[in-house]
């Protein structure tokens, strides 16, 4: 991987929840502050114009630079917590090689990163309810020798497994926490943006290893 796949993946990210967007405001409207869908399109549609810069880096430096844009650029709680992400992400690129296993601590490092951000596990009612089960998982998959293909399809499912199981939560941060036990039956706009960007980017880290998603 380096800048050009980061920015295919931000493509893909971005064309997803741009897809969604009415549902995810609804979601937020619902549970939330409402502003979560615009301030993630804002920090999408900053990193596509810094494509050009994004490109021509290495993976590390390619994560890190985006993850200065995002923090620079998106209000509320999305901005520092998408930007922990891939700057965790960034400083656990040594050594990948190509292998699962170092894509897989690579992503788990990021949540990480956002974990201790957020101070905040599964159970929450919240992103730590896709991020946390997928990471997970896609360490499970890589140590179990499953090939690249396998684990494109599974992880997304893992996720929607993770944004599904919100919506019987009782919220306990952010905004939602207030509403108590009125935040039950509905589903984490959070969560559910992170669901379809961890969709979006399985099914074009697929295409450009030549396997298929569906």
């Known amino acids: 991987m380096n800048g050009t796949i980061v920015m295919d993946c931000v493509d893909a990210a971005y064309a997803s929840i ?24 804002r920090g999408l549609e900053a990193l596509r114009a810094i ?15 985006a993850a200065g844009k995002l923090l620079s650029t998106v209000g509320g ?8 992400l891939l700057l965790g992400m960034a400083r656990a690129t040594d050594g ?35 991020l946390i089960p997928v990471a997970q998982r896609f360490d499970e998959l890589a140590h179990g020798a499953r090939g ?16 599904l199981a919100t919506r019987d939560m009782l919220a306990t941060k952010g905004r939602a926490s207030f509403l108590g036990e009125r935040s039950l039956g509905h589903i ?24 298929a998603v569906s």
Not at 77 to 84: I, K, M, Q, T, Y
Not at 115 to 125: A, W
Request: aromatic letters at 2%; one cysteine or more; a negative charge.
């Open 18 to 41: 741009r897809a969604h967007a009415d549902e995810i405001l609804v979601l937020d409207q619902t549970i939330g502050d409402g502003d979560h869908v615009i301030n993630l399109m």
């Open 148 to 163: 690249v293909p396998q684990i494109l399809l599974e992880l997304p499912l893992e996720a929607r497994r993770g944004m």
């Open 188 to 211: 984490d706009p959070g969560a559910r943006s992170s669901e379809l960007m961890i969709t979006a980017v399985c099914e074009r880290i697929a295409a450009h290893s030549g396997s």
């Open 77 to 84: 709680s999305s901005g520092p917590l998408f930007a922990s």
């Open 51 to 65: 494509r050009a810069e994004v490109e021509p880096l290495d993976l590390g430096a390619a994560l890190k630079l």
């Open 96 to 130: 990948i090689n190509g292998d699962p296993r170092g894509y897989a601590r690579m992503y788990a490092a990021g949540v990480k990163a956002v974990q201790e951000r957020g101070r905040t596990g599964t159970g929450s009612k919240t992103m730590m309810d896709v």
